[in-house]
């Protein structure tokens, strides 16, 4: 069973910046395509960043492009976010999640950790 543990939400204020990992077991992770979601109050989840196997490839929503960073580390099998320049709307619920053939829907998810902008 493939299980993601993401880690490092918190309450950061407008500007500031915040790492967020993702640690997975139970699956081989070099394998693994990875992304990050999440799901603001009152509305859907929504993309925001992915990163391939190999992390050749990266691919961001265009609210958080420039600001964002995915990158993982196959020999600790985990995924970072690196946000930096946060703004209000990017509080939310942050989701990790694992696909196992990249474009492939993301079976495997994270139970989520918050992340609290102040404006």
């Known amino acids: 069973q493939v299980q993601l543990v993401e880690s490092g939400g918190k309450l950061v204020q407008a500007g500031g910046s915040l790492r967020l990992s993702c640690v997975v077991s139970?699956?081989?992770?070099?394998?693994?395509?990875m992304a990050w979601f999440r799901q603001a109050p009152g509305k859907e989840r929504e993309f925001v960043a992915s990163?391939?196997?190999?992390?050749?490839?990266?691919d961001y929503a265009d609210s958080v492009k420039g600001r964002f960073t995915i990158d993982r580390d196959n020999a600790r099998n985990k995924v970072d976010l690196q946000m930096n320049s946060l703004k209000h709307e990017d509080t939310a619920v942050y989701y990790c999640?694992?696909?196992?053939?990249?474009?492939?829907?993301?079976?495997?998810w994270g139970q989520g950790t918050q992340v609290t902008v102040s404006s």
């Open positions: 999640a694992a696909a196992e053939i990249e474009g492939a829907e993301y079976l495997y």
């Open positions: 139970g699956r081989t992770f070099s394998s693994l395509a």
């Open positions: 990163i391939s196997w190999s992390g050749g490839t990266t």
